[in-house]
């Protein structure tokens, strides 16, 4: 487990009033990292799935509060989570301010994005200002920096205020949905993912109970939407994914690039998942 001092409390004045939000589950190995970038967030929530190692501790040492996340989001007698989005809910219910940052455990928020949230947060409204940001994503992968990879920017809004009706409507793979009108901008600055050479089993084609979830979901799709969305739009996604990283490795070579088992997980990811639900309609 990471060890680290203390941190010291951030006067209440100079906070940034903004909610942030963090699934957890036995995450103590990497909170910290998560908690230091958001630190001087006035109201930090961890929705956690019962955690037997240091995960809660090192929350109290981040003045974090803690819910736990509700049962009928999780696997019958066990502790894994099967809908993200309905624990996302939770967080987003149980926020204190009107905006809400939503980061994982792995995860954390570079210095510049977080001057640009403490400036939006501190802001008064003024009609027309976006209600919801867009924020790109930056990988680490063993401590080192990928500069090209097929899903950079990837922008997701992970930034947004409570009247924007901000809301997650997937079990996995969370889709963020906004009342209809509502303005979106995008920021500069990323928020950063750290992998490790172990974490590339994430992105394989073949996710055991994850698969399982997402191919259930094809699934209930009536047949219109199960071409459009299932089979024409992973088609679409598989084949950006296999072109821009053969672009990038042309270009780059493998020095700053993501690791090509990463690059061919995700091409394969969607193939895979068209050719269960398919297998999945076919035996209903």
């Known amino acids: 487990m990471e060890t680290a001092p203390l941190t010291s409390p951030v006067p209440s004045a100079d906070k940034v009033p903004c909610s942030v939000g963090?699934?957890?589950?036995?995450?103590?190995?990497?909170?910290?990292?998560?908690?230091?970038?958001?630190?001087?967030?006035?109201?930090?929530?961890l929705c956690d799935g019962g955690s037997t190692d240091e995960t809660t501790r090192i929350a109290e040492e981040y003045g974090?509060?803690?819910?736990?996340?509700?049962?009928?989001?999780k696997m019958p007698g066990g502790n894994r989570l099967i809908n993200m989005g309905g624990a996302r809910a939770q967080m987003i219910e149980a926020a204190?301010?009107?905006?809400?940052?939503?980061?994982d455990s792995d995860e954390s928020i570079s210095p510049?994005?977080?001057?640009?949230?403490?400036?939006?947060?501190?802001?008064?409204?003024?009609?027309?200002?976006?209600?919801?940001?867009?924020?790109?994503?930056?990988?680490?992968?063993?401590?080192?920096?990928?500069?090209?990879?097929?899903?950079?920017?990837g922008?997701?809004?992970?930034?947004?205020?409570?009247?924007?009706g901000g809301r997650y409507t997937r079990v996995m793979h969370n889709r963020m949905e906004f009342n209809a009108g509502v303005p979106i901008g995008t920021l500069a600055y990323p928020w950063y993912v750290y992998l490790?050479?172990?974490?590339?089993?994430?992105?394989?084609?073949?996710?055991?109970?994850?698969?399982?979830?997402?191919?259930?979901?094809?699934?209930?799709?009536?047949?219109?939407?199960?071409?459009?969305?299932v089979v024409f739009w992973h088609l679409k996604a598989a084949a950006g994914i296999a072109g821009r990283s053969l672009y990038l490795y042309l270009r780059y070579g493998f020095k700053d690039t993501m690791p090509l088992q990463v690059e061919i997980g995700r091409t394969l990811g969607p193939l895979i998942l068209i050719l269960k639900a398919t297998l999945c309609r076919t035996q209903k």
């Not at 204190?96 to 980061?103: D, G, V, Y």
């Open 22 to 45: 963090m699934l957890t589950f036995n995450s103590a190995r990497v909170l910290r990292r998560a908690l230091e970038s958001v630190k001087d967030f006035d109201d930090i929530i």
């Open 64 to 73: 974090t509060r803690v819910i736990l996340q509700d049962a009928e989001y």
């Open 96 to 103: 204190k301010n009107e905006w809400f940052l939503m980061i």
């Open 112 to 153: 510049g994005l977080h001057d640009d949230i403490a400036r939006i947060a501190r802001a008064p409204y003024r009609a027309g200002d976006p209600l919801a940001y867009r924020i790109p994503i930056r990988f680490f992968f063993a401590g080192r920096l990928i500069k090209h990879s097929s899903n950079y920017p």
């Open 155 to 164: 922008y997701q809004p992970r930034l947004f205020s409570k009247k924007s």
């Open 196 to 229: 490790e050479r172990e974490d590339i089993g994430i992105f394989r084609a073949e996710r055991g109970w994850y698969r399982r979830v997402e191919v259930e979901e094809a699934c209930k799709r009536t047949l219109p939407d199960f071409m459009r969305y």
